[in-house]
């Protein structure tokens, strides 16, 4: 069982840039293909951006695409979300979520479908003001 804690969410201008981090706990991060969702008031949960167990792939929605950044480091159970030129669409509820992977070749991919996690952080607010 793997414990996610995000940070760094906040309020920005437009145009501003935040970074969110989610601390991982409880087993080994590494065996964990991992990604970020968000959620808007009155909207439903929509991907955002994943990354392999191994780091080596990652996958964006089409509207953070140029923008977002995803990275983890494996060695500090971190993973990052750099969110750059940021919008007011982008004002959300921030969530990170692992998939146990198991660090085998055939799962080092990143996975973008919601369902297939099973570990979630509470969240964090990003707030975009115009």
């Known amino acids: 069982q793997v414990q996610l804690v995000e940070s760094g969410g906040g309020f920005v201008q437009v145009g501003g840039s935040l970074s969110l981090s989610c601390a991982a706990s409880?087993?080994?991060?590494?065996?964990?293909?991992a990604g970020w969702f968000r959620q808007a008031p009155g909207k439903e949960r929509e991907f955002v951006a994943a990354i392999s167990w191994s780091g080596s792939s990652v996958y964006y929605a089409e509207s953070v695409k140029g923008r977002f950044t995803i990275s983890r480091d494996n060695a500090k159970n971190t993973l990052y979300l750099q969110m750059d030129t940021l919008k007011p669409d982008d004002t959300a509820v921030y969530y990170c979520?692992?998939?146990?992977?198991?660090?085998?070749?055939?799962?080092?991919?990143?996975?973008?479908?919601?369902?297939?996690?099973?570990?979630w952080g509470q969240g964090t607010q990003v707030t975009v003001s115009s």
């Open positions: 979520a692992a998939k146990y992977s198991g660090r085998s070749y055939y799962t080092d991919r990143p996975v973008f479908v919601d369902d297939e996690y099973e570990h």
């Open positions: 409880g087993h080994t991060f590494e065996e964990y293909g």
